[in-house]
């Protein structure tokens, strides 16, 4: 299976501190991969790298054979790639519906003078666009929502949004920080289902960044441990679960409690 995405020796440096250090990566097409790791172990800001939200100060991030080295979050955008965020960052004073069709503002044609001189090429493309965006809304379960205020629909139905609005400029890559934080049991296996199907039902590629165990060792396919920056694991879920460097990067040098990792993925949410 050809990558998708492929890091190669990537740092990024805030001062003195290096938060990612040499990191190769590479993400199969049509794969659900995860990067896990303690807090502060560089995830997110490889998620950032990635996004051009960090220019990375060494190596080279190559997307479907495009270097996103330089490139600014807008321009990679438009390459495929959207992303979600840790912290849920919704327009939570326009509704659903309008969330979605400004994650389509990167793909659209038309300019502000075609909506404000009524064309008829404008409203036939704001006519498709939300047309796409009610489709979204069903897609991701929040049918009969468009109209809803993002700030007033539940923390799972705003999670479920944000997917919407990142699936809107129909990405290649969906990258998800933590998709299932904060989610009640219920909230976190409906969660999990649907990335499942995003994948096998569309074929985008996914990245999770999560903290989640069941969630990870029940959905990926590959995982990438990090700490400190540093890559120190990457294989299939089982040998990640019993991995001493990946249980002593979690608990600490010589802890017993490793059965917090060994988790039976047949019972994964």
């Not at 740092?11 to 190769?24: E, H, I, P, Q």
């Not at 959207?82 to 994650?103: C, D, H, K, P, V």
């Not at 999560?210 to 040998?239: C, F, N, W």
């Not at 460097?245 to 990792?261: M, P, Q, T």
Request: glycine share 10%; aromatic share 6%; charged share 25%.
């Amino acid at each position: 299976m050809a990558n998708i995405l492929e890091a190669t020796n990537v740092t990024k440096r805030f001062g003195g501190l290096v938060a990612v250090n040499r990191l190769s990566f590479s993400i199969p097409a049509g794969s659900i991969v995860s990067i896990i790791g303690p807090n502060g172990a560089g995830k997110t800001t490889f998620f950032n790298c990635i996004t051009g939200f960090y220019q990375i100060d060494d190596g080279d991030i190559i997307f479907d054979g495009v270097s996103l080295k330089g490139r600014s979050p807008d321009k990679i955008t438009r390459l495929g790639i959207a992303r979600t965020y840790q912290n849920i960052r919704l327009f939570s004073q326009m509704s659903a519906i309008e969330n979605i069709l400004a994650g389509m503002e990167p793909r659209l044609h038309s300019r502000w003078f075609g909506a404000v001189l009524g064309l008829p090429g404008t409203r036939a493309e704001e006519e498709k666009a939300t047309e796409e965006a009610r489709q979204l809304l069903r897609f991701v379960g929040l049918r009969g929502k468009g109209d809803s205020l993002a700030r007033n629909l539940p923390y799972g139905d705003q999670r479920r949004l944000e997917i919407a609005r990142a699936l809107a400029g129909n990405p290649k890559l969906l990258l998800l920080d933590e998709p299932t934080a904060g989610m009640n049991p219920r909230e976190t296996a409906e969660t999990t289902d649907f990335i499942r199907n995003l994948r096998d039902e569309i074929g985008i590629t996914i990245l999770l960044i999560e903290h989640d165990m069941r969630v990870v060792m029940g959905i990926s396919e590959d995982i990438t441990v990090l700490d400190y920056g540093e890559k120190i694991a990457q294989g299939e879920p089982a040998a990640i679960q019993s991995n001493p460097r990946v249980i002593e990067a979690y608990l600490g040098r010589g802890a017993a409690g490793a059965a917090h990792l060994m988790v039976d993925t047949t019972e994964a949410a």
